[in-house]
Structure formats: structure tokens, C-alpha cells
């Protein structure tokens, strides 16, 4: 049985200037539905409303970032020295800085291409298929 989701909860810090960094589980998500996307489930008593909070980016960009600074939009990763990885989410409401340990990352990026391996990602078959259409009227 192919595996067509993946969930892992992992240890991070969130890191402020106004408080110490406080230790917290966020839950790293990627599934086959949606093969060119992370989530990053926070819990609820890190988010601003309480009720937690999802962010998503993409697979290629958590990969660039175990690597070197990637991002330029609302998520910024870069590596924190050999053991860390800093992933920057930017918001209208502010900015949050979560640290985690880059073995972590990577063992989940691995563990995506078993799900969808790289290279191999689809849109899906309406899009395909419309793909497909427009090159056939070029």
C-alpha cells in the first residue's frame, strides 16, 4: 500500500524578542493531493487567535532552504548554523521565527518523495488535460 499522506509532529522554538523561546509541536503535513505543498499546523496556543493556524509553501523551497537562504515572499527558510533550520512566516499581523533541527526537515523531505517523488508531481487530470488542449492548438 503506497503511502498518500504524511504526518509528522516535530519540536521547534519559536523564537520572539519579547519572550524566551518558548518550545513548541508543530505537525509537518504533505499529502498526494496537493504534491508540490508543505503545511505547517500550528497549535492553538501559539497562534494570535487561539485557534491555530496552517501555513504552506512549497516542497522546492523547504528544500532550497535546508541548502542556503531561499524565500522571498511570506516564507523565508535558511539554515541556522549545520544543526538548525530557521523557517521566517510573514504576515499582515507580524512576523513568526520558528527554529528547527535540520536532521528533522530533511528526514521529512525524504519521506515526501516516497509519497510523491520528485519530478513526478501532477496538477492534477483537469489540468493535464487542459494543459494537454492548449499545446495541442499551438
Same mark, same amino acid.
Not at 82 to 105: M, N
Given at each position: 500500500?503506497?503511502?498518500?499522506? &504524511? ?14 523561546? !518558548? ?16 503545511? @505547517? ?8 487567535? *487561539? ?16 541548502? =542556503? ?5 511570506? @516564507? ?18 507580524? /512576523? =513568526? ?7 528533522? !526537515? ?16 501532477? !496538477? *492534477?487530470?483537469?489540468?493535464?488535460? *487542459?494543459? =494537454? =488542449? &492548449? /499545446?495541442?492548438?499551438?
Amino acid at each position: 500500500m503506497r503511502l498518500t499522506t &504524511l504526518h509528522q509532529t516535530v519540536r521547534a522554538r519559536l523564537i520572539s524578542s519579547e519572550h524566551p523561546e !518558548l518550545p513548541i509541536r508543530p505537525t509537518l503535513r504533505y499529502s498526494a493531493a496537493e504534491p508540490f505543498a508543505v503545511h @505547517v499546523d500550528f497549535p492553538a496556543h501559539v497562534s494570535a487567535d *487561539g485557534q491555530g493556524v496552517t501555513w504552506m509553501f512549497g516542497r522546492t523551497l523547504l528544500e532550497e532552504g535546508l541548502e =542556503a537562504p531561499a524565500g522571498e515572499g511570506d @516564507v523565508r527558510i535558511r539554515p541556522c548554523g549545520w544543526a538548525r533550520t530557521v523557517i521566517e512566516f510573514h504576515s499582515p499581523l507580524g /512576523l =513568526a521565527v520558528i527554529r528547527f533541527g535540520t536532521t528533522t !526537515l530533511r528526514r521529512f523531505l525524504l519521506r515526501s518523495y516516497d509519497v510523491v517523488a520528485p519530478g513526478t508531481e501532477n !496538477l *492534477g487530470p483537469e489540468l493535464d488535460q *487542459g494543459l =494537454a =488542449a &492548449l /499545446l495541442d492548438e499551438v
